[in-house]
């Protein structure tokens, strides 16, 4: 297994992924799972799958099928102790992965998806930022901060239907503090493409689009 280096260890990494169909990277057991899945939720199970073993696969200089990954149906991606946390996320068209030496969280949106922007922010949003005014409400705020919260909960390994209220969301600093938990999150969100990005951990420095490895495909 390949060492990383401090550089390489502090930074975390990011894979993006156009969604392709391809699965040609799976465990048996994994082939297995996704044989109890429905037919959408197996080929998504089996693509995300895929990418994770190739993607950490370039990390830790290991063979895609030895990569000790637990990785169930509606569970987060973990790793061995020792091995550091990752973090998915997909979208209709897109999929994002990110490994870290510390706890992180990754969400990812369509920039263009449509979406009650409004009705959204008054479901979840009012209550817990103020700085959120309806004369001022737009369709790209209201997605950034939902792209953050979903970031957010999934550092957590939390539910979003029980989380979202709690997640109270700061555009200056770049702040979520769960306020049932007592959580304090920093987060930073990445415009790639046609598609928005946000990362949230605890450490006080912010990452930005550099760290972004791209593939339209293997």
Known sequence: MKLLNEYEYKI?????????????VVTIEEIKTAGKLSDLRSKVFLETRAYLRKSLSTLFDLDPLEI?????????PRLPLGLGYISLSHC??????????????IDIERKDRDFN????????????????????????MILNQW???EAAIKWDHGKLSKD?????YFEK????????????????QINFRNWT???????????NNKIICYSKSF
Not at 164 to 168: E, G, P, R, S
């Open 117 to 140: 922007y409004a009705k959204l922010a008054k479901k979840y949003f009012f209550h817990t930022n103020k700085s959120i005014h309806k004369n001022n409400l737009n369709k790209n």
């Open 68 to 76: 000790p990954i637990n990785a169930n149906p509606g569970e987060p």
């Open 197 to 207: 990005i946000a990362l949230a951990y605890e450490e006080r420095n912010s990452f």
């Open 164 to 168: 979202i209220n709690h997640w109270q």
């Open 173 to 188: 600093p770049k702040k979520l503090i769960h306020n049932k938990k007592n959580l304090h999150l920093h987060y930073s």
């Open 147 to 149: 792209c953050a919260t």
């Open 12 to 24: 975390p990494k990011i894979w993006f992924y156009e969604i392709k169909g391809v699965q040609d």
């Open 92 to 105: 209709k068209d897109a999929v994002t992965i990110v490994w870290h030496r510390n706890k992180i969280g």
